[in-house]
């Protein structure tokens, strides 16, 4: 470990880790040093951002698991055993991954659309904290990090598909925080705001992605909350800062 390098040898699992804020993110902490394991539903995706990966690691390249967070529930459940087994520890989760479904109102939600954003935006997050809550308490620094979205505490017409599960989301998260304070485990909610990113993009479409930060620049931000030295918990950090 050294100051250019403060996450050398650790390990960090990044979903939604194809595109947007989960691959940037990835790349950053890649760039501190972290081994990455990635997970995404593209493996072209996560391809990708491999290859930037090895850009800034000096050729080091991340762990790919292609993986669909709405389908793959057994899946989820192994990965902490599967990273420690392969690895011997995991230092860091940032959970990255979302789906909009549909903006409509809540009287006209389907079911299907109900049963994937859901599984996707809440059950996910369940789901990767109890497969990665015990390797993250025995980590000596453990570090968990969570978008989420300003939708989640103040409801909109039309978002409540979305929001419901990232508010949800937040819940779990705030609890979890509240159950390991005692612990060196770190837990904190990230905001990022508006960001350039293809969710973005379907919900705004009539928006000009040019005047929106982005993922390579909040980036940082995210990878800041995963650092041994990070005491914030239990908060939620925004790309500006809390």
Same mark, same amino acid.
């Given at each position: 470990?050294?100051?250019?390098?403060? $996450? @050398?040898?650790?390990?960090?699992?990044?979903?939604?880790?194809? &595109?947007?804020?989960?691959? %940037? /993110? *990835? #790349?950053? +902490?890649?760039?501190?040093?972290?081994?990455?394991?990635?997970?995404?539903?593209?493996?072209?995706?996560?391809?990708?951002?491999?290859?930037?990966?090895?850009?800034?690691?000096?050729?080091?390249?991340?762990?790919?698991?292609?993986?669909?967070?709405?389908?793959?529930?057994?899946?989820?459940?192994?990965?902490?055993?599967?990273?420690?087994?392969?690895?011997?520890?995991?230092?860091?989760?940032?959970?990255?991954?979302?789906? $909009? @479904?549909?903006?409509?109102?809540?009287?006209?939600?389907?079911? &299907?659309?109900?049963?994937? %954003? /859901? *599984? #996707?935006? +809440?059950?996910?997050?369940?789901?990767?904290?109890?497969?990665?809550?015990?390797?993250?308490?025995?980590?000596?620094?453990?570090?968990?990090?969570?978008?989420?979205?300003?939708?989640?505490?103040?409801?909109?017409?039309?978002?409540?598909?979305?929001?419901?599960?990232?508010?949800?989301?937040?819940?779990?998260?705030?609890?979890?925080?509240?159950?390991?304070?005692?612990?060196?485990?770190?837990?904190?909610?990230?905001?990022?705001?508006?960001?350039?990113?293809?969710?973005?993009?379907?919900?705004?479409?009539?928006?000009?992605? %040019?005047?929106?930060?982005?993922?390579?620049?909040?980036?940082?931000?995210?990878?800041?909350?995963?650092?041994?030295?990070?005491?914030?918990?239990?908060?939620?950090?925004?790309?500006?800062?809390?």
């Amino acid at each position: 470990m050294t100051a250019e390098r403060p $996450l @050398a040898g650790s390990v960090a699992l990044v979903t939604g880790a194809s &595109r947007g804020i989960g691959a %940037a /993110v *990835a #790349v950053e +902490l890649a760039r501190l040093g972290a081994h990455c394991v990635l997970t995404a539903r593209s493996q072209g995706g996560l391809e990708e951002t491999d290859d930037a990966i090895r850009a800034v690691s000096g050729g080091g390249a991340a762990t790919l698991l292609p993986l669909d967070l709405a389908k793959g529930a057994e899946k989820i459940d192994m990965l902490g055993p599967s990273v420690v087994q392969r690895f011997g520890r995991l230092d860091i989760l940032v959970h990255a991954a979302a789906v $909009l @479904a549909k903006l409509t109102p809540v009287a006209h939600i389907q079911p &299907r659309d109900w049963q994937e %954003a /859901v *599984a #996707v935006n +809440l059950s996910a997050c369940w789901r990767l904290i109890r497969s990665c809550d015990p390797p993250l308490r025995a980590a000596s620094a453990g570090r968990a990090v969570v978008l989420t979205d300003s939708v989640a505490a103040a409801p909109r017409a039309y978002w409540g598909l979305y929001g419901a599960g990232k508010a949800g989301q937040e819940h779990l998260v705030r609890a979890w925080a509240a159950e390991t304070a005692r612990t060196p485990l770190r837990v904190s909610l990230f905001d990022p705001g508006p960001v350039a990113t293809q969710l973005r993009a379907v919900a705004m479409p009539g928006e000009d992605p %040019a005047m929106l930060r982005k993922p390579a620049e909040v980036a940082p931000a995210v990878a800041a909350l995963c650092l041994p030295e990070e005491a914030r918990h239990s908060a939620t950090g925004r790309a500006g800062g809390l």
